[in-house]
């Protein structure tokens, strides 16, 4: 059974920085095409960073220049590297593992990120 854990969440300061991690059991995760997504009180869940097999990553907007995603196929972890963090960016942060095209999709369970002064 592929399971996903995340970690490193946490209250941290605007300006700060937080590191995610996402590591995936019971299976390879060098397989997957893999991303962090996040969901804010009363917003639908959004994608953040994605990064592929390849890897190739793909950050949205709101968080290029000061997120970044990469991936350690040997430790089956993915990373996302949060920094300048702003209030905006308080949410449950969710990583996920897919092949695209099959019925392979996992979440993992969630992180909260909260940024407050």
């Known amino acids: 059974q592929v399971q996903l854990v995340e970690s490193g969440g946490g209250l941290v300061q605007p300006g700060g920085s937080l590191k995610l991690s996402c590591v995936v059991s019971?299976?390879?995760?060098?397989?997957?095409?893999m991303g962090w997504y996040r969901q804010a009180p009363g917003k639908q869940r959004e994608s953040v960073a994605r990064?592929?097999?390849?890897?190739?990553?793909r950050d949205a907007d709101s968080v290029k220049g000061r997120f970044a995603i990469s991936r350690d196929n040997a430790k089956n972890t993915m990373y996302l590297q949060m920094n300048n963090l702003k209030p905006e960016d308080t949410a449950v942060y969710y990583c996920?593992?897919?092949?695209?095209?099959?019925?392979?999709?996992?979440w993992g369970q969630g992180s909260q990120v909260t940024v407050s002064s």
């Open positions: 996920n593992a897919a092949v695209p095209g099959s019925s392979m999709n996992y």
């Open positions: 019971g299976s390879a995760s060098g397989r997957y095409e």
């Open positions: 990064i592929s097999v390849i890897p190739v990553t």
